[in-house]
């Protein structure tokens, strides 16, 4: 099974950088063959190429409405709502519904989000309660990078 | 009995601009103006910081084109030094910077207008979205996401995969190429080249159709500036400023980037926070002038590739004497730039001395002042800072793409509402002709413009006493 990981937010708005900071984490220690990861700073159109060519995609993004420190785990499903600016998604949803529609399938897939507690101007850096969030959701993935 | 229709937001992207038109008393429309309500002001805050910084700074002004921030900064650094950066550095600067024209243009055409041009302007706008060129036209989409990937494929092959990267920097680019890079992105560019051909050639098809739309799209009788080579040929990252007037004379030629400020001035106007700039010799606002691809091809005699050439002289062709003066072809003129990005990628990445590991000159400040100019996608972006001797901010003007056509925008809006709108009866048919033409210009703005088919809308016509005389909402899904 290939799985894709994909982290995303703004490194520089705090708690903001969660999902990319879990991806860099995750690069650093190493993760089994069958597994990619990449860190973006934005969701963008192109990936659902890469997306289609794999069969579980695991989003990880940082959350406002979730307690700070704590972690959320979501599958998603493809939506076939045309709301993003195409330049980028507020929505893997969508992603995942492009997916269907220019490729037949999308693959299984989890939204794995970190309660962040500030989000104000931080360069790669996470608050206490965002480096609690950031073990939690490694925690999260682990079981979802083997098959 | 005078009314005013207003459009809000036009820009979904935070919500910050709207359109307004002024209706005579028998329902034409007299006015027109595009608003920019919102204010960031970079260029403030920017003072006081060292100027290194200026290219990581600046590169965060755009989520969609930090690329072009990112080399005309470090250009406007460059000349800060007083350096001439190692060739292998520019070659490497310019295949950057042209990935990028790749996944830009691709985005615009692919995504942001197919939908109005493959389904049409009057199509239900519950259908008249990406789901639904995918469903018509899958293999178009698809080609589209390809496109796009593979622009951005080699923006990261050369910066890496950190988000900004730092790879181009003051005086050069801060690696140089390896083997097993260049040829994996050289192995990409076949397979772009047969996609970019194969839509011109579907795109020509298309033309018959939209005969009317390109008659009325801002079709406007300004002036084009852009940068171009010395022989005059088009140009994307260095060059020098040419400025051809609408009967395609030429108005400046060969001027150095470095004084553009005896060529462009900027007004201001109080309902937008976006500037308003002009040529400066023949005063405001009559120095209209507009900038980006349609400018680009409207002033290179050559490309010099072999398919962009081919392409050019069919660009050419579309009138039959002076400038393409009509704001609907910069969809076309985008088709010929991606042809030609991936042909001088091509070319560039094949040079000899591509891997060359000297590229980057190293100096302090060595003047005051820095000034650099390239090519956006959408045209011509210019960095201008003053530092003080210990190498800090003090002053710094930005003057963007989507700035310079901002005079052409407003009036491209009026033609067309000119052309299109009821004023007695709104209809879709209309906000989506008012959307389309601002999607020519691609300005960066922009959700709004980046969107399509849900964009929130809201039209209301009112009378002369401010009493709402109709009302046409249209409900955006997304609330960013």
Redesign the interface.
Known sequence: MKILVIGYGS??RGDDALG?LVADRLEQDGVPEHVTV?????L???L??EMSAVQRVIFLDAAIDLAPGTVRCQRLTPT?????????F??PQELL??CT???GHAPESHLITGGGASFDYADYRLSPAGEFAMTAMLAEIEPLLYA | MSRTISIEPVTRIEGHARISLQLGDDGAVEDARFHLTQFRGFEKFCEGRPYREMPALTARTCGICPVSHLLASNKACDHLLAVSIPPTAEKLRRIMNLAQFLQSHALSFFHLSSPDLLLGWDADPATRNIFGVMHQHPDLARDGIRLRQIGQTIIEMLGGKKIHPTWVVPGGVNEPLTQEKRDAMLKLLPEALEIARRTYDFFKTLLPKFKHEADHFGTLPTMFLSLVTPQGNLEHYDGLLRIKDAHGRIVEDMVPPEEFERLIGEAVENFSYMKFPYYKPMGYPQGIYRVGPLARLNNAQACGTPYADVALAEFHMLQESGPITSSFHYHYARLVEIIYAIEMMERLLKDSTILDSRVRARARSNRNEGIGVSEAPRGTLIHHYRIDDDGLITWVNLIIATGHNNLAMNQAIKQVAETYVNGNQLQEGMLNRVEAVIRCFDPCLSCASHAFGQMPLRIELKNASGQIVDTLIRVGECGA
């Open positions: 490194p520089i990319v990449i860190a973006r700073h934005i963008t159109a192109e659902v190429t076939a709502r045309a709301a993003s600016s195409m330049a980028h507020l929505d519904g492009w529609a220019l490729y």
